[in-house]
């Protein structure tokens, strides 16, 4: 692919995932359909904003559970 100049080579390698090209078996025409369809240049979020919100998540979780641990050790010390 190198060699007929369909791609070139990249320096920033952490950017470039590996690319298959495959010939379509038939001949639709999906020209129309990604016409009508929405670009979205971002269509994952970045790497931080997902380990934020899991963050985000995860902290949500641990202070439900140390309340519901909290609760629970005062159920015990009232039947005392």
């Known amino acids: 692919m190198l060699q007929?100049?369909?791609?070139?080579?990249?320096?920033?390698l952490k950017w470039v995932s590996p690319i298959v090209v495959?010939?379509?078996k038939n001949d639709i025409n999906f020209k129309?359909?990604?016409a009508s369809t929405e670009q979205d240049h971002f269509p994952f979020p970045f790497r931080d904003e997902?380990?934020?919100?899991?963050?985000?998540?995860t902290n949500?979780?641990?202070w439900r559970m140390w309340c519901a641990k909290k609760e629970?050790?005062?159920m015990i010390q009232r039947s005392k």
């Open 32 to 34: 129309h359909l990604n």
């Open 4 to 12: 007929v100049n369909f791609n070139y080579a990249m320096e920033d």
């Open 60 to 62: 949500k979780i641990m």
């Open 72 to 74: 629970f050790m005062l």
């Open 50 to 57: 997902f380990l934020d919100e899991i963050v985000i998540y």
């Open 22 to 24: 495959v010939l379509k």
